[in-house]
Nanobody
Framework: QVKLMESGGGTVEAGGSLRLSCETS????????VGWFRQAPGKRREKVAT?????????EEPAQGRFSITISKDNGKNTVHLQMNSLKPEDSAMYTC????????????????WGRGTQVTVSL
């Protein structure tokens, strides 16, 4: 059973930075695609960025130019980090990571495994 655990959320002033982490476990495949999604109250969930096991990133519009997604492997576990810079109040949302056991992320949204999320709040 694939498990995901997010960390790193919190409250930051506009213009500040946060680094979110998503630790993955529970699978033996060497390949995985991990994505970050966010959802603000009253809004639809939107994809922010994805990365595959080889470190190939893909950014959606909210993340371009300000966010960076990376993947590292420690003790056999893949951890995906989302570095968020120049944060704006409109970036405030619940950020959730998701995983799919695929070689490539592409434009897929049918992730089968989800974490519980970490709250990001950006104040003026």
């Amino acid at each position: 059973q694939v498990k995901l655990m997010e960390s790193g959320g919190g409250t930051v002033e506009a213009g500040g930075s946060l680094r979110l982490s998503c630790e993955t476990s529970g699978y033996t495949e060497n390949y995985v695609c991990v994505g970050w999604f966010r959802q603000a109250p009253g809004k639809r969930r939107e994809k922010v960025a994805t990365i595959n096991y080889n470190g190939s990133p893909r950014y959606e519009e909210p993340a371009q130019g300000r966010f960076s997604i990376t993947i590292s492997k420690d003790n056999g576990k893949n951890t995906v980090h989302l570095q968020m810079n120049s944060l704006k109040p409109e970036d405030s949302a619940m950020y959730t990571c998701a995983a799919g056991l695929w070689f490539e992320c592409g434009a897929r949204n049918d992730f089968g495994y989800w974490g519980r999320g970490t709250q990001v709040t950006v104040s003026l």
